[in-house]
């Protein structure tokens, strides 16, 4: 069972320890190692102030990834998704698409968006077909938009609107 409960300080060593493993930041832009300063600062500079809503995946009551909104543009109702499952054993089980689905009743019904988008790597195809079938639609591919590793990467825009659910 697939379960989200709000974000602690006390996850503070998750969050760490999933975002530093190599198959959680292979799929992130930003691959510099994450600090303790760094979630401490998103805590207090981000999560306190409504900027974004974050959550821990829970499966069977083990925690196993999280999920959030960001950037949440309260005049316009939009905001960006970001998911990561941080248990790689975790990987593959359809949780991710379970918690994208609760996420999105969140930002919906609670946050009062109108929009959620999300970018996504154009070779993560795992991903984009869960967020096909959370029902996000393809909007568009973002050209060389990234440089990791001296390489230029796509990414593909997809988004969902509320009437769509």
Request: proline share 2%; glycine share 6%; no cysteine.
């Amino acid at each position: 069972m697939v379960t989200l409960r709000k974000i602690l300080e006390s996850d503070t060593p998750l969050i760490l320890k999933w975002r530093n493993s190599e198959f959680v930041k292979n799929n992130f832009v930003v691959r510099e190692p994450f600090s303790e300063e760094n979630q401490t600062k998103w805590m207090h500079e981000i999560i306190a102030k409504g900027k974004a809503v974050q959550y821990i995946i829970m499966f069977d009551d083990m925690p196993v990834g999280s999920v959030y909104i960001r950037d949440i543009d309260y005049t316009h109702k939009k905001g960006e998704f970001g998911i990561f499952i941080g248990e790689r054993d975790y990987v593959g089980k359809g949780i991710g698409l379970h918690a994208t689905t609760e996420i999105l009743k969140i930002a919906f019904n609670e946050l009062k968006l109108h929009r959620v988008y999300l970018r996504v790597f154009t070779d993560n195809l795992a991903a984009i077909k869960t967020y096909e079938k959370a029902g996000f639609i393809k909007e568009g591919v973002l050209r060389d938009t990234v440089l990791i590793e001296g390489k230029y990467s796509d990414m593909l825009l997809m988004a969902i609107i509320k009437e769509e659910r």
